[in-house]
């Protein structure tokens, strides 16, 4: 008797779990009433009944509570590391001329400055320059394309780079994936910890591209630049203007020309840069910008023509602050890529399975309606993060990431009533047969 009016007890308590979510107060103190008086008939002590009662109520506050949880620690993997002025990770190497960046770093102008005469100038009816830097790798990268140097106009809008991709050599214009991207390069010239003098000519419609002094690259220069288009703008070195793209490695030097240098003043300077024989450089009249790195202290980097000085800021810097990005042009097809997209519909999940079952026990509704309340607190939630990682320089806002963690709420929603819904059923089935 006793083990069969304990089944009986744990059956009304399954039921009264679902029942639970009443609408309004004289629907709750109907389901005291038939619980008192169900204990009643079975012979089952009063304080059984207020322990069950006391069950209930715990188990929604449980429910809020996790939901509590899910939420934080949303927003705590979302914005960490919650450093609103990270370090800029640049520092002057000790006892050589030269800067070292070693984690996400950035230099740049220090006020708008235009290298180059504009794109379509009228008194530039060439488009011949000279690109000239000396650089050595510390890592070779194949999740993002790090840019050892660039160049961004007045809207920090970038319109030419040196990048490296693993060991490759990247010349690069537009946006990567987009249709007008274009690039051009040389493999297995970046190696780790090699020092090298990279030298970009252009002259007429030939690209020229010298590692160490030596030729290994001529292209048409249609590849990357239209007619009487060069490089123009501020300069960025080891990042892009949106910051999401950083170098690591040494840099020694970096200079700029207004005339397309012959093949064997390319190789001199090589030497040059070898036995930091500034003067020769200094002579060219065709010089634009000259950066020696030889300040071993301080913020600012001259620029030996006096036009044109850099700033290596203490705290780290975005040019460029893109808000909420848009799929399009932030897609990569790549394993990292994809990894955030799952990382993404995974880490919604379960605040879409809890925060349902929070709405189910806590008032009667359409799956349907709890469906678009899910996803509205999901998407808020989400929205949220991305806006407050404008305001982060380490973090980058995209709108593909709201996009996946409202399609996680959704399997997270989709699951809860997929594998519950069926058994609430039957629970309240079985009240109502007890009620009677």
Same mark, same amino acid.
């Given at each position: 008797?006793?083990?069969?009016?304990?089944?009986?007890?744990?059956?009304?308590?399954?039921?009264?779990?679902?029942?639970?979510?009443?609408?309004?107060?004289?629907?709750?103190?109907?389901?005291?009433?038939?619980?008192?008086?169900?204990?009643?008939?079975?012979?089952?002590?009063?304080?059984?009944?207020?322990?069950?009662?006391?069950?209930?109520?715990?188990?929604?506050?449980?429910?809020?509570?996790?939901?509590?949880?899910?939420?934080?620690?949303?927003?705590?993997?979302?914005?960490?590391?919650?450093?609103?002025?990270?370090?800029?990770?640049?520092?002057?190497?000790?006892?050589?001329?030269?800067?070292?960046?070693?984690?996400?770093?950035?230099?740049?102008?220090?006020?708008?400055?235009?290298?180059?005469?504009?794109?379509?100038?009228?008194?530039?009816?060439?488009?011949?320059?000279?690109?000239?830097?000396?650089?050595?790798?510390?890592?070779?990268?194949?999740?993002?394309?790090?840019?050892?140097?660039?160049?961004?106009?007045?809207?920090?809008?970038?319109?030419?780079?040196?990048?490296?991709?693993?060991?490759?050599?990247?010349?690069?214009?537009?946006?990567?994936?987009?249709?007008?991207?274009?690039?051009?390069?040389?493999?297995?010239?970046?190696?780790?910890?090699?020092?090298?003098?990279?030298?970009?000519?252009?002259?007429?419609?030939?690209?020229?591209?010298?590692?160490?002094?030596?030729?290994?690259?001529?292209?048409?220069?249609? +590849? +990357?630049?239209?007619?009487?288009?060069?490089?123009?703008?501020?300069?960025?070195?080891?990042?892009?203007?949106?910051?999401?793209?950083?170098?690591?490695?040494?840099?020694?030097?970096?200079?700029?020309?207004?005339?397309?240098?012959?093949?064997?003043?390319?190789?001199?300077?090589?030497?040059?840069?070898?036995?930091?024989?500034?003067?020769?450089?200094?002579?060219?009249?065709?010089?634009?910008?000259?950066?020696?790195?030889?300040?071993?202290?301080?913020?600012?980097?001259?620029?030996?023509?006096?036009?044109?000085?850099?700033?290596?800021?203490?705290?780290?810097?975005?040019?460029?602050?893109?808000?909420? +990005?848009?799929?399009?042009?932030?897609?990569?097809?790549?394993?990292?890529?994809?990894?955030?997209?799952?990382?993404?519909?995974?880490?919604?999940?379960?605040?879409?399975?809890?925060?349902?079952?929070?709405?189910?026990?806590?008032?009667?509704?359409?799956?349907?309606?709890?469906?678009?309340?899910?996803?509205?607190?999901?998407?808020?939630?989400?929205?949220?993060?991305?806006?407050?990682?404008?305001?982060?320089?380490?973090?980058?806002?995209?709108?593909?990431?709201?996009?996946?963690?409202?399609?996680?709420?959704?399997?997270?929603?989709?699951?809860?009533?997929?594998?519950?819904?069926?058994?609430?059923?039957?629970?309240?089935?079985?009240?109502?047969?007890?009620?009677?």
């Amino acid at each position: 008797m006793v083990s069969n009016n304990f089944m009986n007890v744990l059956k009304f308590t399954t039921c009264y779990q679902m029942r639970f979510n009443y609408h309004n107060e004289n629907e709750r103190i109907d389901s005291v009433r038939q619980l008192t008086l169900y204990c009643q008939l079975y012979n089952i002590p009063e304080y059984i009944n207020v322990r069950i009662l006391i069950l209930m109520n715990s188990k929604y506050i449980f429910l809020a509570a996790i939901c509590f949880v899910i939420s934080a620690v949303i927003l705590l993997v979302g914005l960490w590391p919650f450093n609103f002025c990270p370090k800029n990770e640049v520092g002057w190497l000790r006892g050589h001329d030269g800067v070292r960046f070693y984690g996400r770093g950035i230099i740049y102008n220090e006020k708008e400055v235009t290298i180059f005469p504009s794109l379509h100038s009228s008194d530039t009816p060439t488009k011949s320059f000279t690109i000239e830097i000396c650089i050595q790798p510390d890592k070779e990268s194949f999740s993002y394309l790090p840019r050892i140097l660039s160049f961004c106009d007045s809207q920090k809008n970038e319109n030419f780079f040196i990048g490296q991709w693993k060991s490759h050599l990247i010349f690069g214009k537009g946006t990567h994936g987009s249709a007008t991207y274009r690039e051009i390069g040389i493999k297995d010239v970046l190696k780790k910890g090699e020092k090298r003098s990279v030298a970009m000519t252009i002259g007429g419609d030939v690209i020229h591209i010298y590692i160490d002094g030596i030729l290994l690259n001529s292209s048409p220069s249609s +590849l +990357l630049f239209s007619s009487n288009e060069k490089p123009s703008g501020n300069i960025v070195l080891a990042n892009s203007p949106t910051g999401d793209s950083y170098w690591t490695g040494n840099l020694f030097g970096l200079a700029i020309y207004n005339q397309e240098l012959s093949e064997g003043k390319i190789s001199q300077h090589f030497q040059n840069w070898i036995d930091r024989k500034d003067f020769i450089l200094l002579s060219e009249e065709s010089l634009v910008a000259l950066y020696l790195f030889n300040e071993r202290s301080g913020e600012k980097i001259h620029d030996f023509t006096n036009k044109h000085h850099l700033l290596l800021p203490s705290r780290f810097q975005v040019l460029q602050k893109r808000i909420l +990005l848009p799929p399009w042009k932030d897609f990569r097809f790549d394993r990292t890529y994809l990894m955030d997209i799952i990382t993404n519909i995974l880490g919604f999940i379960p605040f879409g399975f809890f925060f349902s079952a929070y709405l189910w026990m806590g008032k009667k509704s359409t799956f349907y309606r709890f469906f678009l309340i899910s996803i509205l607190f999901g998407g808020f939630l989400s929205l949220m993060i991305e806006l407050l990682q404008v305001y982060l320089p380490t973090r980058s806002s995209q709108l593909m990431d709201v996009i996946t963690n409202i399609l996680g709420t959704a399997i997270g929603v989709a699951v809860f009533f997929k594998t519950c819904k069926s058994g609430v059923e039957s629970s309240k089935g079985l009240f109502q047969s007890f009620s009677r």
